[in-house]
Protein backbone atom coordinates (compact mmCIF):
# COMPACT_ATOMS: atom_id res chain seq x y z
CA UNK A 1 0.00 0.00 0.00
CA UNK A 2 2.65 2.55 0.89
CA UNK A 3 4.18 1.80 -2.98
CA UNK A 4 1.12 2.30 -4.80
CA UNK A 5 0.51 5.94 -2.05
CA UNK A 6 4.08 6.64 -3.10
CA UNK A 7 3.47 6.44 -6.84
CA UNK A 8 -0.09 8.49 -6.45
CA UNK A 9 1.65 11.06 -4.78
CA UNK A 10 3.81 11.59 -7.83
CA UNK A 11 7.26 10.81 -6.20
CA UNK A 12 8.67 9.27 -9.29
CA UNK A 13 9.59 10.64 -13.09
CA UNK A 14 6.38 9.24 -14.42
CA UNK A 15 3.13 8.24 -13.01
CA UNK A 16 -0.06 6.30 -14.27
CA UNK A 17 -1.47 9.12 -15.20
CA UNK A 18 1.46 10.66 -17.64
CA UNK A 19 1.66 6.29 -18.87
CA UNK A 20 -1.88 6.38 -19.87
CA UNK A 21 -2.02 9.95 -21.39
CA UNK A 22 1.23 8.43 -23.39
CA UNK A 23 -0.75 5.48 -24.59
CA UNK A 24 -3.38 7.97 -25.95
CA UNK A 25 -0.72 9.89 -27.56
CA UNK A 26 1.71 6.93 -29.30
CA UNK A 27 -1.28 4.48 -29.81
CA UNK A 28 -1.79 5.16 -33.56
CA UNK A 29 1.84 5.18 -34.13
CA UNK A 30 3.32 1.84 -32.01
CA UNK A 31 2.57 -2.04 -32.40
CA UNK A 32 0.09 -3.44 -29.85
CA UNK A 33 3.10 -5.95 -29.73
CA UNK A 34 1.86 -10.39 -29.68
CA UNK A 35 2.16 -12.17 -26.08
CA UNK A 36 3.25 -15.82 -26.95
CA UNK A 37 3.67 -18.94 -25.38
CA UNK A 38 4.78 -22.04 -25.35
CA UNK A 39 4.06 -25.46 -23.49
CA UNK A 40 7.48 -26.60 -24.17
CA UNK A 41 9.00 -23.41 -22.08
CA UNK A 42 6.18 -23.79 -19.93
CA UNK A 43 7.81 -27.19 -19.33
CA UNK A 44 10.82 -26.30 -18.84
CA UNK A 45 10.71 -23.53 -16.77
CA UNK A 46 8.21 -25.35 -13.93
CA UNK A 47 5.74 -21.88 -14.58
CA UNK A 48 3.81 -20.26 -17.15
CA UNK A 49 5.43 -17.91 -19.24
CA UNK A 50 3.66 -15.34 -21.73
CA UNK A 51 6.09 -13.35 -23.62
CA UNK A 52 5.93 -9.42 -24.74
CA UNK A 53 7.42 -9.61 -28.32
CA UNK A 54 8.64 -6.39 -28.49
CA UNK A 55 10.90 -7.74 -30.94
CA UNK A 56 7.78 -7.32 -33.15
CA UNK A 57 7.87 -3.13 -32.57
CA UNK A 58 8.64 -0.45 -35.17
CA UNK A 59 12.06 -0.12 -35.04
CA UNK A 60 12.74 -3.96 -33.54
CA UNK A 61 12.61 -2.80 -30.00
CA UNK A 62 10.68 -1.47 -27.11
CA UNK A 63 12.43 1.77 -27.36
CA UNK A 64 10.09 3.47 -30.39
CA UNK A 65 7.85 3.57 -27.35
CA UNK A 66 9.58 6.25 -25.52
CA UNK A 67 11.10 7.84 -28.16
CA UNK A 68 7.58 8.48 -30.06
CA UNK A 69 5.80 9.72 -27.04
CA UNK A 70 9.32 12.00 -26.12
CA UNK A 71 8.95 13.50 -29.64
CA UNK A 72 5.07 13.76 -29.99
CA UNK A 73 5.33 15.56 -26.58
CA UNK A 74 7.55 18.74 -28.10
CA UNK A 75 5.66 21.88 -29.13
CA UNK A 76 5.57 22.85 -32.55
CA UNK A 77 8.67 25.11 -31.91
CA UNK A 78 11.05 23.15 -30.31
CA UNK A 79 10.30 20.19 -32.67
CA UNK A 80 11.11 22.25 -35.52
CA UNK A 81 14.90 22.47 -33.74
CA UNK A 82 14.65 18.36 -34.32
CA UNK A 83 16.00 16.22 -31.76
CA UNK A 84 19.08 14.80 -30.60
CA UNK A 85 20.89 11.64 -28.63
CA UNK A 86 23.42 9.94 -27.87
CA UNK A 87 22.87 6.04 -28.30
CA UNK A 88 25.12 2.97 -29.21
CA UNK A 89 21.75 1.17 -29.85
CA UNK A 90 17.91 0.82 -30.04
CA UNK A 91 17.15 4.37 -28.89
CA UNK A 92 19.22 6.08 -31.12
CA UNK A 93 16.97 3.64 -34.17
CA UNK A 94 13.79 4.87 -32.69
CA UNK A 95 14.34 8.46 -32.25
CA UNK A 96 15.08 8.51 -35.48
CA UNK A 97 12.13 6.79 -36.94
CA UNK A 98 10.06 8.74 -34.37
CA UNK A 99 11.39 11.96 -35.67
CA UNK A 100 11.00 11.00 -39.21
CA UNK A 101 7.20 10.59 -38.26
CA UNK A 102 7.10 14.03 -37.61
CA UNK A 103 8.92 15.27 -40.22
CA UNK A 104 12.22 16.63 -37.97
CA UNK A 105 15.83 16.36 -38.37
CA UNK A 106 17.20 13.93 -35.59
CA UNK A 107 20.88 13.67 -35.19
CA UNK A 108 22.15 10.74 -33.71
CA UNK A 109 25.58 10.31 -32.03
CA UNK A 110 26.77 6.95 -32.69
CA UNK A 111 29.89 5.77 -30.35
CA UNK A 112 31.99 3.57 -33.29
CA UNK A 113 31.68 0.89 -31.76
CA UNK A 114 28.00 0.54 -32.03
CA UNK A 115 26.30 -2.98 -33.30
CA UNK A 116 26.18 -2.67 -37.53
CA UNK A 117 22.70 -3.57 -37.63
CA UNK A 118 21.13 -0.85 -35.20
CA UNK A 119 23.73 2.19 -37.48
CA UNK A 120 21.96 0.66 -40.20
CA UNK A 121 18.71 1.42 -38.67
CA UNK A 122 19.57 4.33 -37.99
CA UNK A 123 20.38 5.64 -41.41
CA UNK A 124 17.63 3.60 -42.69
CA UNK A 125 14.93 6.01 -41.07
CA UNK A 126 16.76 8.90 -42.15
CA UNK A 127 18.61 9.52 -38.74
CA UNK A 128 22.21 11.94 -39.45
CA UNK A 129 24.83 10.10 -37.87
CA UNK A 130 27.36 11.93 -36.04
CA UNK A 131 30.34 9.77 -34.84
CA UNK A 132 31.91 9.66 -31.40
CA UNK A 133 34.58 7.42 -29.75
CA UNK A 134 33.23 4.65 -27.20
CA UNK A 135 33.67 6.56 -23.80
CA UNK A 136 30.76 8.09 -22.77
CA UNK A 137 32.85 11.49 -22.19
CA UNK A 138 33.29 10.95 -26.18
CA UNK A 139 29.67 10.86 -26.76
CA UNK A 140 28.31 13.65 -24.12
CA UNK A 141 30.78 15.67 -25.73
CA UNK A 142 29.99 14.87 -29.21
CA UNK A 143 26.40 15.65 -28.42
CA UNK A 144 26.53 18.96 -26.42
CA UNK A 145 28.46 19.86 -29.94
CA UNK A 146 25.89 19.11 -31.99
CA UNK A 147 23.19 20.76 -29.79
CA UNK A 148 25.14 23.79 -29.82
CA UNK A 149 25.11 23.87 -33.12
CA UNK A 150 21.73 23.36 -34.17
CA UNK A 151 19.81 23.77 -30.98
CA UNK A 152 18.56 20.22 -31.26
CA UNK A 153 16.22 19.29 -28.34
CA UNK A 154 18.37 16.59 -26.57
CA UNK A 155 16.03 13.33 -26.05
CA UNK A 156 18.23 11.23 -23.48
CA UNK A 157 18.27 7.38 -23.95
CA UNK A 158 16.12 6.42 -21.03
CA UNK A 159 16.58 9.09 -17.48
CA UNK A 160 13.31 10.99 -19.10
CA UNK A 161 10.10 10.81 -17.66
CA UNK A 162 8.69 11.36 -21.07
CA UNK A 163 10.70 7.69 -21.96
CA UNK A 164 9.84 6.16 -18.83
CA UNK A 165 5.55 6.82 -19.52
CA UNK A 166 6.16 5.52 -23.13
CA UNK A 167 8.06 2.25 -21.78
CA UNK A 168 5.39 1.73 -19.39
CA UNK A 169 2.95 1.25 -21.77
CA UNK A 170 4.29 -1.77 -22.10
CA UNK A 171 2.37 -2.72 -18.91
CA UNK A 172 -1.14 -1.59 -20.24
CA UNK A 173 -0.93 -3.42 -23.11
CA UNK A 174 0.18 -6.73 -21.14
CA UNK A 175 -1.78 -6.33 -17.95
CA UNK A 176 -4.57 -6.43 -20.63
CA UNK A 177 -3.75 -9.36 -22.59
CA UNK A 178 -2.61 -11.74 -19.67
CA UNK A 179 -4.03 -10.26 -16.56
CA UNK A 180 -3.07 -13.52 -14.57
CA UNK A 181 0.47 -12.36 -14.74
CA UNK A 182 1.49 -12.08 -10.98
CA UNK A 183 5.29 -11.53 -11.83
CA UNK A 184 7.11 -9.74 -14.44
CA UNK A 185 10.95 -10.37 -15.38
CA UNK A 186 12.28 -7.01 -17.36
CA UNK A 187 15.80 -6.54 -18.41
CA UNK A 188 17.68 -3.38 -17.00
CA UNK A 189 20.08 -1.38 -18.01
CA UNK A 190 19.66 2.19 -17.67
CA UNK A 191 16.57 1.43 -16.21
CA UNK A 192 14.46 3.18 -18.30
CA UNK A 193 11.91 -0.12 -19.38
CA UNK A 194 11.55 -1.55 -16.00
CA UNK A 195 11.21 1.96 -14.33
CA UNK A 196 8.15 2.95 -16.82
CA UNK A 197 6.95 -0.96 -16.29
CA UNK A 198 7.30 -1.17 -12.56
CA UNK A 199 5.33 2.22 -12.41
CA UNK A 200 1.86 1.03 -14.11
CA UNK A 201 1.91 -2.39 -12.98
CA UNK A 202 2.10 -1.62 -10.04
CA UNK A 203 -0.64 0.85 -10.28
CA UNK A 204 -2.59 -1.33 -11.68
CA UNK A 205 -1.78 -4.50 -9.73
CA UNK A 206 -0.51 -3.78 -6.44
CA UNK A 207 0.77 -6.95 -5.39
CA UNK A 208 2.30 -7.76 -8.43
CA UNK A 209 6.15 -8.66 -8.22
CA UNK A 210 9.10 -6.89 -10.30
CA UNK A 211 12.35 -8.83 -11.14
CA UNK A 212 14.75 -7.67 -13.23
CA UNK A 213 17.26 -9.56 -15.46
CA UNK A 214 21.08 -8.51 -15.87
CA UNK A 215 24.31 -9.99 -16.76
CA UNK A 216 27.00 -10.93 -14.62
CA UNK A 217 29.28 -8.34 -16.80
CA UNK A 218 27.30 -5.60 -16.19
CA UNK A 219 25.68 -5.86 -12.71
CA UNK A 220 25.92 -2.59 -12.19
CA UNK A 221 22.28 -2.40 -10.76
CA UNK A 222 22.42 -4.93 -8.80
CA UNK A 223 25.30 -4.18 -7.01
CA UNK A 224 22.84 -0.37 -6.78
CA UNK A 225 19.98 -2.34 -4.92
CA UNK A 226 22.57 -4.10 -2.68
CA UNK A 227 24.46 -0.96 -1.39
CA UNK A 228 21.32 1.50 -1.89
CA UNK A 229 22.97 3.43 -4.11
CA UNK A 230 23.97 4.32 -7.87
CA UNK A 231 26.99 1.98 -8.13
CA UNK A 232 28.83 3.04 -11.48
CA UNK A 233 31.42 0.31 -12.64
CA UNK A 234 34.58 1.10 -14.66
CA UNK A 235 34.41 -0.89 -17.62
CA UNK A 236 31.10 -4.02 -18.38
CA UNK A 237 31.97 -7.74 -20.52
CA UNK A 238 28.81 -8.98 -21.60
CA UNK A 239 27.36 -10.41 -25.28
CA UNK A 240 24.01 -8.24 -24.11
CA UNK A 241 25.38 -4.71 -25.79
CA UNK A 242 22.01 -3.32 -24.90
CA UNK A 243 22.20 -3.52 -21.27
CA UNK A 244 25.35 -2.10 -20.63
CA UNK A 245 24.20 1.83 -19.49
CA UNK A 246 24.31 2.79 -15.56
CA UNK A 247 20.56 3.80 -13.60
CA UNK A 248 20.13 7.65 -13.42
CA UNK A 249 18.56 9.88 -11.18
CA UNK A 250 15.19 9.09 -12.83
CA UNK A 251 15.15 5.85 -13.14
CA UNK A 252 16.98 4.13 -9.42
CA UNK A 253 14.15 5.63 -7.61
CA UNK A 254 11.91 3.15 -9.02
CA UNK A 255 13.95 0.45 -9.05
CA UNK A 256 15.38 0.77 -5.49
CA UNK A 257 11.91 0.85 -4.67
CA UNK A 258 9.44 -0.79 -6.84
CA UNK A 259 11.94 -3.91 -8.33
CA UNK A 260 11.88 -6.83 -5.87
CA UNK A 261 15.04 -8.69 -6.77
CA UNK A 262 17.55 -8.06 -9.52
CA UNK A 263 18.99 -11.68 -11.11
CA UNK A 264 22.05 -11.81 -12.44
CA UNK A 265 22.81 -14.33 -15.17
CA UNK A 266 25.92 -15.60 -17.35
CA UNK A 267 26.75 -14.82 -20.69
CA UNK A 268 26.30 -18.07 -22.09
CA UNK A 269 23.12 -18.47 -20.42
CA UNK A 270 21.91 -15.84 -22.31
CA UNK A 271 22.66 -17.59 -25.16
CA UNK A 272 21.31 -20.60 -24.49
CA UNK A 273 17.61 -18.65 -23.71
CA UNK A 274 18.25 -16.89 -27.82
CA UNK A 275 18.79 -20.12 -28.79
CA UNK A 276 15.26 -21.05 -27.23
CA UNK A 277 13.99 -18.39 -28.88
CA UNK A 278 15.01 -18.95 -31.93
CA UNK A 279 14.01 -22.59 -31.98
CA UNK A 280 10.67 -22.47 -29.97
CA UNK A 281 9.16 -19.81 -29.77
CA UNK A 282 10.35 -18.92 -33.78
CA UNK A 283 11.33 -15.39 -32.79
CA UNK A 284 15.01 -14.05 -33.12
CA UNK A 285 15.91 -11.57 -29.97
CA UNK A 286 19.06 -10.40 -29.24
CA UNK A 287 20.97 -10.94 -25.61
CA UNK A 288 19.08 -8.07 -24.11
CA UNK A 289 15.91 -9.27 -25.59
CA UNK A 290 16.45 -13.12 -24.49
CA UNK A 291 18.13 -12.88 -20.71
CA UNK A 292 14.36 -12.58 -19.10
CA UNK A 293 13.81 -16.19 -20.14
CA UNK A 294 17.90 -16.68 -18.85
CA UNK A 295 16.59 -15.49 -15.77
CA UNK A 296 13.43 -17.46 -15.25
CA UNK A 297 15.33 -20.34 -15.96
CA UNK A 298 18.88 -19.68 -13.71
CA UNK A 299 19.58 -21.73 -10.87
CA UNK A 300 19.17 -18.54 -9.20
CA UNK A 301 15.49 -18.17 -9.76
CA UNK A 302 14.48 -21.58 -9.94
CA UNK A 303 16.14 -22.57 -6.17
CA UNK A 304 15.01 -19.44 -4.62
CA UNK A 305 12.19 -19.77 -2.63
CA UNK A 306 10.81 -16.47 -2.35
CA UNK A 307 9.51 -16.59 -5.60
CA UNK A 308 8.23 -20.31 -5.55
CA UNK A 309 4.07 -18.58 -5.59
CA UNK A 310 5.17 -16.79 -9.27
CA UNK A 311 3.14 -19.28 -11.11
CA UNK A 312 2.35 -16.92 -14.40
CA UNK A 313 5.44 -15.10 -15.38
CA UNK A 314 5.13 -11.94 -18.05
CA UNK A 315 8.75 -12.11 -19.93
CA UNK A 316 9.15 -8.83 -22.05
CA UNK A 317 11.47 -9.65 -25.60
CA UNK A 318 13.21 -6.53 -25.28
CA UNK A 319 13.94 -6.11 -29.14
CA UNK A 320 15.60 -8.46 -31.75
CA UNK A 321 17.84 -6.17 -33.56
CA UNK A 322 20.92 -8.27 -33.79
CA UNK A 323 23.79 -9.23 -36.63
CA UNK A 324 23.26 -11.82 -38.59
CA UNK A 325 26.82 -12.95 -38.00
CA UNK A 326 26.60 -12.29 -34.31
CA UNK A 327 23.66 -14.16 -33.62
CA UNK A 328 25.36 -17.32 -35.54
CA UNK A 329 28.31 -17.27 -33.46
CA UNK A 330 26.03 -16.70 -30.13
CA UNK A 331 24.17 -19.91 -30.96
CA UNK A 332 26.91 -21.73 -32.16
CA UNK A 333 28.75 -21.05 -28.80
CA UNK A 334 26.21 -22.10 -27.28
CA UNK A 335 25.70 -25.75 -28.59
Not at 110 to 132: D, F, L
Not at 283 to 296: D, F, H, K, R
Request: one cysteine or more.
Amino acid sequence: MEEENQIRKGKYAADISSIKEAHARIKPLVLKTPVLSSSSLNALSGRQLYFKCECFQKGGAFKFRGACNAVFSLNDEDASKGVITHSSGNHAAALALAAKLRGIPAYIVIPKNAPTCKIENVKRYGGQAIWSEASMRSREETANKVWQETGAIFIHPYNDGRILSGQGTISLELLEQAPQIDTLVVPISGGGLISGIALAAKSINPAIRILAAEPKGADDAAQSKAAGRIITLPETNTIADGLRAFLGDFTWPVVRDLVEDIITVEDSEIIKAMKLCFEVLKIVAEPSGAIGLAAVLSDTFQKNPAWKDSKHIGIVVSGGNVDLAVLWDSLNKGK
